[in-house]
């Protein structure tokens, strides 16, 4: 019965997460690509100022994976340092100043009978995005996710938990001061491996799911 209740309890706030991201992502197509931009711009900012709190949580990470034997390629990609964290806040001010994608028309064209046609750039929806324990991808995927209009779930390897989690508080502040819905971009802190099969089966839920790395 444990087990039966354990299960039906990681279903529920799996489930609990794709709902918001569902609503978040509805109320993300109301809002200006200007606001997203600024959105991303505090986001920036929030990931310096956070710096000390991020390393910190980091430096755990990488002494329990060294502590559990995991390789060197492992603990490199998961180690972050000030340069590293820097490079992760410049990538993300790049990407407010990109153009906005949002009604961006392709292949326009007129048909024989005269009318006009063409394609037009929309949000997606929702995103789920599944990585490795690479702690920038955190804020790099939420940073996209925005750009287009998307919410995102984003799920990290466990190995990086504390490092989700810290970059991922940086997500709801910088998104949360900017107005955004608090669950624009959310980091999936459960380290079951089931809450991806239970994310897996929400379809209504979720439109897109993006597996990252091998």
């Known amino acids: 019965m444990d087990g039966e209740r354990q299960t039906d309890d990681l279903a529920r ?37 956070a710096g000390p709190a991020i390393l910190a949580a980091n430096a755990e990470d990488v002494a329990a994976a060294r502590a559990a034997g995991l390789g060197a390629a492992t603990l490199a990609r998961l180690a972050l340092d000030p340069s590293r964290l820097e490079a992760m806040a410049r990538g993300v001010a790049a990407v407010a100043e990109q153009p906005d994608p949002i009604g961006e028309r392709l292949d326009a064209r007129t048909g024989p009978s005269g009318i006009r046609v063409a394609r037009m750039r929309v949000p997606i929806g929702v995103i789920l995005m599944i990585y490795e324990a690479r702690p920038n991808v955190t804020a790099e995927a939420a940073a996209l996710c925005l750009k287009a209009g998307n919410a995102g779930l984003l799920r990290g390897g466990s190995e990086a938990a504390r490092s989700h989690r810290a970059i991922g508080a940086c997500l709801a502040a910088a998104f949360g001061a900017a107005g955004l819905p608090p669950a624009t971009a959310q980091v999936i802190a459960r380290p079951e491996h089931e809450a991806v099969d239970h994310l897996l089966r929400l379809e209504r839920q979720i439109d897109l799911v993006i597996p990252r790395g091998g």
């Open 13 to 49: 706030a799996m489930t609990a997460l794709a709902d918001a991201a569902r609503a978040a992502a509805d109320t993300l197509r109301t809002i200006s690509g200007a606001d997203r931009s600024n959105a991303l711009r505090g986001l920036a900012r929030g990931l310096r100022a």
